[in-house]
């Protein structure tokens, strides 16, 4: 059982010293105040069977990358090996080049015949409770029959198809049933609004579109093809609707563009030849929802994406013939891309996949879940953690946990306190914990511990994935060796993204234009003296304040660790004499009281732990906080708030009704 080594003592909040506050505060580099000092080296149990155990492999693939690349994409089926591996000319790279492949026999066709074939790929868990069971065998099946329907109905290699649909099997065979025909998928979260569907489809120029009657979410029904047929009236270059029957719910029909999914798949032919496309065929667009500004269709190709995918899932959740996988995202988002659909698949792991809400009908719905199936790896959000935190242990401690082995984080910054309610609570501070940092953009895990090999600190994303070059730089590309900084990848990776659907320029200008070569993600970070990995979150969301330039999401973690509040999000407020000031929109865990005492206290609170600097000047308790689809906070709309500003985009807002909520209790202060 991992324990905290014995040798650190227990956490430090260190208050800011006379080194650290003359610590130079230039623009290029961003202050950090909170210091973490807890660390959870691997049990002897967890590493002896871990599938990357060997420090060794880690300093080999350190010296050729490329060379481990190689190695893992020998892996994969392909139907013609590559002649190089790579080919980069900043910002452009090539990974495989002259391989040829289809991702869905790495995905299914090998599963039929190496052992794999009547194994459980898939079990689905809808949210009134139906159930399905989907073999290997099954899946391929499922996958041959519609993608002979997309054939039918005239989808050809490089069209792009559009996917609106609820997290249900289909979704999954829908994207592999493109892949199958060389065709690109655009799957659009069903969350979203017609508004944002259609502006997906014809960005992407979308020939078709997969979709639903319905959805179910918190017992409610999501009018999927209503919503639909909305977002269609100005999409011209829809030929083809599918609509798949989920329930039992009202639609219009438009003959002639509209077919039933069940009524074309009675007919199709059960084989399908897999499409052999380039490596660097196009494979996905995906739009970044993005707390900032328009959507962008961020382009992966085939064979470096389907690389990356495959090798961090076997190591990062480190896969076992008789796992139970369950990675809670939904496809509409890149974590339902490669660690739903691609990256399990291409393992031959047995994954769970659930489609509704995580406290529908009770906040226990996910240990139920687990329960039930046994899950044994569990990969979640930090939004999704600290939901539960806020509903209390008693739920999970209703149900038996003790199959999981392996937890992950992705999305956000896990404030310590968050981690550690994790490990304790739904781990039984018994399973490591893998906060995995990286982005639609990246394609695959970027920053993350290895389970078995890398002692974890809370809070940490911990250190690069083999083969992966990540640095902190200053503005002029500097490494920046104490303190925090901006978060650069040096080199290229496999699953890089190819560029920004038909716009060069913003993917120039976006990843490539603030130093030569380097990739930057817009994230903000800080390196400690072993080489680990701290993201401050959005460099967008940094606060200067007399001078200092704090990152808001250390704050944050500051007045999560205090036990009323369970939620934190801080943003900068104009102010005469320090430029910015902090404001503290804060979420009070149940029976707190929200009032001028409790405000003082955290002011207090948080000057104690980083020090005066960083004591908010105004504080608002809000009942919720304003959140992308993806859960992640919407600072920017706080910010607007706060600073008096008419609201930007709240297209991508999960629950307007919050941020009104909000807009009302800012007013009344
Ligand atoms: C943030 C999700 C801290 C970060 C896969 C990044 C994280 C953005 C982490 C990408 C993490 C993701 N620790 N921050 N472990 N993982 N982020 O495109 O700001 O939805 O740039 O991809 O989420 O979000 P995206």
């Known amino acids: 059982m991992p324990t905290p080594s014995k040798k650190t003592p227990k956490k430090v909040a260190k208050r800011v010293t006379a080194s650290s506050r003359n610590a130079k505060s230039t623009s290029a580099t961003i202050e950090t105040h909170l210091h973490e000092n807890r660390t959870f080296p691997p049990s002897a149990a967890f590493k002896k069977q871990a599938t990357f155990a060997a420090a060794a492999n880690y300093v080999k693939a350190g010296r050729s990358p490329v060379k481990f690349w190689e190695s893992m994409a020998k892996e994969l089926v392909w139907k013609k090996r590559w002649t190089k591996a790579l080919e980069w000319k900043a910002p452009d790279a090539k990974w495989f080049i002259g391989g040829k492949l289809n991702v869905t026999e790495t995905c299914l066709d090998q599963h039929l015949t190496n052992g794999n074939r009547n194994k459980v790929a898939l079990i689905w868990e809808g949210e009134p409770g139906d159930k399905r069971v989907m073999s290997y065998y099954d899946l391929w099946r499922e996958v041959n029959k519609f993608a002979n329907c997309l054939k039918g109905l005239g989808i050809k290699k490089g069209d792009r198809v559009a996917i609106y649909l609820p997290m249900i099997p289909e979704l999954v065979v829908a994207m592999l049933a493109c892949a199958r025909i060389g065709a690109i998928h655009s799957v659009v979260f069903g969350g979203f609004s017609p508004e944002s569907l259609s502006d997906r489809i014809n960005d992407a120029e979308a020939k078709m579109l997969i979709t639903a009657d319905g959805g179910y979410r918190r017992g409610q029904i999501i009018p999927l093809k209503h919503d639909a047929d909305v977002a269609l009236a100005s999409c011209p270059t829809i030929e083809h609707v599918i609509v798949v029957k989920r329930g039992d719910f009202l639609l219009r029909f438009k003959e002639g563009r509209d077919h039933w999914y069940h009524r074309l798949m009675q007919d199709a032919d059960p084989v399908c030849k897999p499409t052999y496309v380039d490596s660097e065929h196009p494979l996905f667009i995906l739009y970044t929802s993005g707390t900032t500004g328009k959507p962008k269709g961020i382009m992966h190709t085939t064979g470096g994406y389907l690389t990356g995918a495959y090798a961090t899932t076997k190591f990062v959740f480190d896969i076992k013939p008789d796992d139970v996988y369950w990675c809670t995202a939904d496809c509409g988002w890149v974590t339902g891309h490669t660690y739903v659909t691609y990256g399990p698949l291409a393992n031959g792991a047995t994954q769970v996949i659930y489609e509704g809400a995580p406290d529908w009908p009770d906040p226990d719905r996910f240990w139920q879940v687990v329960e039930d199936y046994g899950v044994s790896i569990f990969y979640t959000a930090p939004t999704a953690i600290r939901a539960f935190m806020k509903w209390g242990k008693e739920w999970p401690g209703q149900h038996d946990l003790s199959s999981l082995r392996l937890l992950g984080t992705v999305g956000e910054p896990i404030n310590p306190e968050a981690w550690i309610w994790y ?198 308790f809000a009942a919720d906080l304003p959140k992308t689809r993806s859960g992640k906070i919407m600072r920017r709309l706080l910010r607007d708030i706060a600073s008096g500003k008419v609201l930007g985009d709240t297209t991508t807002l999960a629950d307007p009704a919050v941020i009104q909520h909000i807009q009302r209790r800012y007013s009344e202060e």
């Open 423 to 620: 490990h304790e609570i739904i781990g039984g501070k018994r399973c490591p914990i893998v906060d995995t940092w990286w982005q639609t953009e990246t394609g695959h895990i970027m920053i993350t511990p290895l389970p078995g090999l890398t002692k974890t600190k809370p809070g940490s994303a911990t250190q690069p994935f083999p083969g992966i070059s990540p640095a902190v730089l200053d503005e002029n590309g500097k490494p920046v060796k104490n303190g925090g900084g901006l978060l650069a990848v040096t080199h290229p990776w496999p699953g890089m993204l190819r560029g920004i659907w038909g716009d060069r320029k913003r993917f120039v200008d976006t990843y490539w234009s603030k130093w030569d070569g380097i990739y930057f993600p817009g994230d903000g970070a800080r390196i400690d003296k072993g080489g680990y990995f701290w993201i401050l979150g959005r460099v967008d969301d940094v606060i200067n304040t007399a001078g200092h330039r704090l990152s808001t999401m250390e704050v944050e973690s500051a007045l999560v660790e205090h036990p009323s509040v369970v939620e934190a999000a801080v943003v900068g407020i104009p102010h005469d004499l320090k430029g910015e000031a902090l404001a503290a929109f804060v979420t009070l865990g149940p029976k707190q009281k929200a009032d001028e005492k409790l405000i003082g206290k955290l002011r207090d609170f948080v000057a104690l732990k980083i020090g005066a600097l960083a004591k908010p000047e105004k504080v608002i």
